[in-house]
């Protein structure tokens, strides 16, 4: 069954640098783009970055632009986001989510909290 | 960038009631446009892409029509375990966005 396992979120100073995970099981991870997705605690969904199946493309929300980077390892299955210069309005649970031809985000992670604090 | 204006943005109801969500789009999304259901502390759960196409497993009363720039998600007979909060989203260009969602809350 398709599994996406979010990793590497916890607490952070602002300006700081954090790298999150997403493990992908259960389909064929290397023919899909994937994306991050994230949401401020009592807020709503705020998309994040895509990246295209073999990472010759990305697109970021320009919240973000310049100081997050998605990235992918097909070897592995593992899609990433390193986020640096992190800010106090960075603090939200991050999911990852894939996209399919047929059907878009149809499987999310559980999430994973980051909280940038001083 | 497209901004997805959601109403309302809070609902109350009871159950069996018909309840109807309105998305508007800045500009044309052709059909470009998803519905997720959110329940506190899970991950979205995707209803309706191509803004009338039922994901698999989602119950029949749920619904969505719509293109260019209006659209709408309806539960034709709210069930208790509707009770949720609801985002619209567009796919049609990048920076993808979402509407601001809507709660829907028992009366």
């Known amino acids: 069954q398709v599994q996406l396992v979010e990793s590497g979120g916890g607490v952070v100073q602002p300006g700081r640098s954090l790298r999150l995970s997403c493990a992908a099981s259960?389909?064929?991870?290397?023919?899909?783009?994937m994306h991050w997705v994230r949401q401020a605690p009592g807020k709503g969904l705020e998309w994040v970055a895509v990246?295209?199946?073999?990472?010759?493309?990305?697109y970021y929300a320009d919240s973000v632009k310049g100081r997050f980077t998605i990235s992918r390892d097909n070897s592995k299955n593992t899609l990433y986001l390193q986020m640096n210069s992190l800010r106090l309005d960075d603090t939200a649970v991050y999911y990852c989510?894939?996209?399919?031809?047929?059907?878009?985000?149809?499987?999310w992670g559980q999430g994973t909290l980051v909280t940038v604090s001083s | 960038d497209i901004q997805l204006t959601q109403s309302p943005s809070f609902l109350s109801a009871s159950v069996g009631d018909r309840v109807t969500i309105t998305c508007r789009a800045s500009q044309g999304i052709s059909s470009y446009l998803v519905w997720y259901q959110q329940k506190p502390g899970k991950a979205p759960n995707l209803l309706i892409y191509t803004a009338s196409t039922l994901q698999g497993g989602v119950p029949s009363r749920f619904s969505g029509s719509g293109s260019g720039t209006e659209f709408t998600l309806t539960i034709s007979s709210l069930q208790p375990e509707d009770f949720a909060t609801y985002y619209c989203q567009q796919l049609n260009s990048y920076p993808l966005t979402f509407g601001g969602g809507t709660k829907v809350e028992i009366k």
């Open positions: 990246i295209t199946y073999d990472g010759s493309n990305e």
């Open positions: 989510a894939r996209q399919t031809p047929a059907v878009p985000f149809d499987y």
């Open positions: 259960g389909f064929t991870f290397n023919s899909l783009p």
